[in-house]
């Protein structure tokens, strides 16, 4: 079997992007991934502003504390002040041009009003030269490059494209994911549960990991255990789309049709991981009956194809260790490295096993990881009730007190 990270680097080094690429709409871009570079058309700010009320003034003139000025003009946001003349400020709101001539502004609580004055402010410090100014273009300069292509668009990425004054932007097409579920066992909430059968809890799991990257997701539903049917299910998921995922049916048994019904579709690379939870991983391809154009001038003649296994929280898992990756690989970002954190747990680990296995914890009040008690990959709860994993390598053990390699899920389900 393949260590985990020798069978994440085969399936990344086969991931190519996406070639189709789409002008959309500012708020029609969130979630979606940047297809070329965004210069900005501004500078931003766009003049030297104030980032603080108070008073624009001439250092030259407020070199002692307790400097009188009389108080010439009044320059709220969007207005233009005028020259500032020696001995006089400028009464001035946040986000206001500073007037030329002034080089600071002083903040209304370091100053006051002298007793009897209605147009006079008493400054009572001694300014630094640039204090509380947003100098021009600090943040973006015109033509410069605004954000970079491969960007996945959040919402704070789709306000630095305002600022530099831009309304569309050219992001790649959704990747493409179909999903199916196999095993007789499968009914879907609301029918009627079968005698020994289960829930899907899979189905809407692996849906919605899949929408949270921004895919475009086609639920091809539960599919019987034959292999006839698998192979039916697998040529029409190879048709319109880049990724087919399936979950269930990649063990060894008399009625795990994937393995042989991917063969006979196309081929299989990948088969088995040494991790604990999700063994049971396949990677391949399937051959599409008609070859579709990938906007790079190729033809994509295959479907790549992830099988996961059947058992809750080994599907999730190897979802978010595995099959992440390989999308954000398809779509363009290079975001596919896992970052762990060093964090103390709190509970001792003291059964080591050959694989690498992944644990499921949460953050107490101290700061230490919890485990939750019962590590079973049928038990989806402990994903619920978990902030994230614990990566224990191979043969590793570690007792309470010690550091261990922490992955929260917030950083692995965008």
Not at 98 to 105: E, M, N, T, Y
Not at 145 to 160: C, S, Y
Not at 243 to 251: A, C, K, Q
């Amino acid at each position: 079997m393949l260590t985990a990270q020798q069978a994440l680097d085969h399936l990344l080094s086969n991931a190519r992007p996406v070639g189709d690429s789409e002008m959309v709409a500012m708020q029609a871009a969130l979630g979606r991934v940047l297809a070329e570079n965004v210069n900005s058309l501004v500078d931003v700010p766009p003049l030297d502003n104030t980032s603080m009320d108070g008073y624009a003034v001439r250092t030259v003139d407020t070199q002692n504390p307790g400097s009188i000025l009389t108080i010439a003009q009044r320059i709220p946001a969007g207005s233009i002040g005028t020259q500032l003349e020696p001995g006089t400020a400028a009464r001035i709101f946040t986000g206001a041009p500073v007037p030329p001539g002034a080089d600071a502004v002083v903040m209304q609580e370091d100053c006051t009003t002298p007793e009897g004055s209605t147009d006079q402010v008493q400054v009572n410090i001694a300014p630094a030269v640039g204090q509380w100014i947003r100098k021009r273009g600090e943040d973006l300069r015109t033509g410069k490059t605004a954000l970079t292509a491969g960007t996945f668009l959040r919402p704070q990425e789709l306000g630095v494209a305002a600022s530099a004054g831009l309304t569309h932007l050219n992001v790649k097409r959704r990747v493409k994911v179909a999903a199916f579920f196999t095993g007789d066992e499968l009914s879907l909430p609301g029918e009627p549960l079968k005698l020994g059968g289960i829930y899907n809890s899979n189905r809407d799991t692996l849906l919605a990991c899949i929408k949270s990257l921004g895919c475009e997701a086609t639920d091809l539903g539960i599919v019987p255990d034959n292999l006839n049917a698998t192979r039916e299910a697998l040529r029409k998921a190879s048709k319109d789309h880049d990724l087919i995922i399936t979950s269930g049916g990649v063990s060894v048994g008399e009625e795990d049709h994937i393995k042989p019904a991917v063969t006979a579709e196309g081929r299989l690379d990948l088969w088995q991981i040494a991790i604990k939870p999700g063994k049971p991983l396949a990677f391949g391809a399937v051959r599409k009956s008609e070859n579709v154009k990938d906007g790079e001038g190729g033809a994509q003649a295959e479907a790549w194809f992830i099988g996961l296994p059947g058992n809750p929280v080994s599907s999730f898992v190897t979802f978010l260790l595995f099959v992440r990756p390989f999308i954000l690989k398809l779509q363009g970002r290079d975001e596919g490295h896992v970052q762990s954190y060093p964090m103390r747990a709190d509970f001792d680990w003291l059964k080591a096993d050959r694989r690498n296995e992944f644990l499921r914890v949460k953050i107490n009040a101290q700061g230490g990881l919890d485990l939750f008690p019962n590590q079973s990959s049928g038990v989806l709860t402990s994903a619920s009730w978990g902030d994230g994993l614990v990566d224990c390598p191979p043969g590793h053990t570690f007792k309470a007190g010690e550091l261990v390699k922490y992955i929260p899920f917030n950083a692995l389900l965008s």
